[in-house]
């Protein structure tokens, strides 16, 4: 089992950016695939980013490719979201999550994923 606590969100002006963090514990997190998800108000959870469980293939919607970079560290047991060029319409609750797995697949689903973080908000300004 892993436990998921995001950081790093906040307020941010329209362009800026901002790097959300996502620790997990637990000694086996390298056998997890990770995604970053959001929700703004009134608004279904939104696919945001993906990583297959050994980093190697990542995967974005058109609207966060080039904007957006999912990474992990192993050795820190984190997943990195780097939000560049933020918009308004990217205000949201994010969330990380994870699902046990060896492949090299990565989930763009909310179903596919076992264990969730409480969020971190991020608010872009106009």
């Known amino acids: 089992q892993v436990q998921l606590v995001e950081s790093g969100g906040g307020l941010v002006q329209a362009g800026g950016s901002l790097r959300l963090s996502c620790a997990a514990s637990?000694?086996?997190?390298?056998?997890?695939?990770m995604g970053w998800f959001r929700q703004a108000p009134g608004k279904e959870r939104e696919f945001v980013a993906a990583?297959?469980?050994?980093?190697?293939?990542?995967y974005y919607p058109d609207s966060m490719k080039g904007r957006f970079t999912i990474s992990r560290d192993t050795a820190k047991n984190t997943v990195y979201l780097q939000m560049n060029s933020l918009k308004p319409e990217d205000t949201a609750v994010y969330y990380c999550?994870?699902?046990?797995?060896?492949?090299?697949?990565?989930?763009?689903?909310?179903?596919?994923?076992?264990?969730w973080g409480q969020g971190t908000q991020v608010t872009v300004s106009s």
């Open positions: 637990g000694r086996t997190f390298s056998s997890y695939a």
């Open positions: 990583i297959s469980w050994s980093g190697g293939n990542t």
């Open positions: 999550a994870a699902r046990r797995d060896y492949t090299t697949y990565y989930y763009t689903s909310s179903v596919d994923y076992n264990y």
